[in-house]
């Protein structure tokens, strides 16, 4: 941690205008912190933003950290947040998602390293692919298909935690690694295709309500405070190894549809279509290391949690912005 401010952190958060950026800066602002968010817009929003606006401990850049990365001043926290993270967008923008993997997290990691401050990488569960074990814990290899479609995010979020650890290592370097689970709340993009949004608007909109395979593969859902909150405990911790952050709960994709037609009051029909390729069957964390070192489980309660989301989305079509 930096030795050059200690009557208050200043934070860099790149991502800082997504989905999880956004709220991690909320958390960070709330504690005390400045915060230096940085996005070049390609999946994040201002929106998620401009409630900031006029506040002086919050400054948003517009950056492509790929290309470059310098910061004046004393810096010492190092959110690394920035990747397009569903899988319509890493899609859409497959080089952009394996040049912020790397060459991003080398940026990051150099800033860090100038600036003494602790490195705090957004890994992912995907970095565990299609598991063969279940639930998943840290100590899981994975298995992942290099060249299929999803391994450009994959395998960026696989090289960014070896890229970490090897600074770690090497250079002494602060870092943390979260390996997140499957997210949602307010501030979600309704067309990201994710299976929250996506449920959600097709239940608002009274349209048929799309489930890949047979709906048996399985997911479990967290809420966005729960998991700013493990976020912040791992960052604030001295843990080197990658934590899970995640809501054990699991329940099928069909079973979850289901509940959005309820709690959305919107009996739709439900209709089937093909699996993605390499779409992982099981996704469940195991997160006793959370809750061992950092006193952290999920409390929010899936349907209020959902209904929170939910009103966010109804927002968004009474203003016409989707």
């Not at 395979?213 to 960052?235: N, P, Y």
């Amino acid at each position: 941690m930096s030795e050059k401010n200690k009557t208050q952190f200043t934070s860099v958060v790149t991502g800082g205008a997504g989905f999880l950026g956004s709220h991690l800066s909320d958390r960070l602002l709330a504690e005390g912190h400045r915060v230096i968010a940085i996005d070049n817009l390609i999946t994040g929003n201002v929106a998620n933003i401009e409630h900031f606006a006029g506040n002086e401990q919050f400054h948003f850049i517009k950056q492509d950290i790929s290309e470059y990365l310098y910061l004046p001043g004393p810096v010492d926290y190092i959110f690394h947040f920035a990747s397009p993270a569903s899988p319509f967008d890493y899609l859409e923008f497959p080089i952009q998602t394996l040049k912020v993997g790397a060459l991003g997290t080398h940026k990051c990691l150099g800033l860090a390293r100038a600036k003494k401050a602790t490195l705090v990488l957004a890994s992912t569960s995907e970095v565990y692919g299609d598991p063969l074990v279940h639930p998943q814990p840290e100590t899981y290899w994975g298995n992942v298909n290099p060249i299929g479609p999803r391994g450009v995010y994959d395998e960026a979020k696989r090289f960014a935690e070896s890229m970490v650890m090897a600074y770690q290592r090497y250079h002494g370097l602060e870092t943390r690694i979260v390996r997140i689970f499957n997210t949602y709340g307010p501030r979600m993009r309704p067309r990201d295709g994710r299976v929250v949004p996506t449920f959600v608007m097709q239940a608002l909109n009274k349209e048929p309500i799309t489930v890949f395979g047979d709906g048996s593969q399985t997911r479990s859902f967290c809420f966005v405070s729960d998991l700013i909150d493990g976020i912040f405990r791992l960052a604030m911790s001295s843990e080197p190894l990658p934590v899970n952050i995640g809501n054990p709960s699991e329940m099928t994709v069909l079973e979850f549809a289901e509940r959005i037609n309820r709690i959305c009051n919107s009996n739709c029909e439900i209709i089937f279509e093909d699996l993605p390729v390499d779409d992982p069957k099981v996704r469940q964390p195991d997160i006793a290391r959370a809750r061992e070192i950092l006193g952290w489980a999920p409390k929010m309660d899936l349907d209020q949690g959902l209904e929170l989301t939910i009103q966010y989305f109804q927002s968004l079509l009474r203003k016409g912005a989707v």
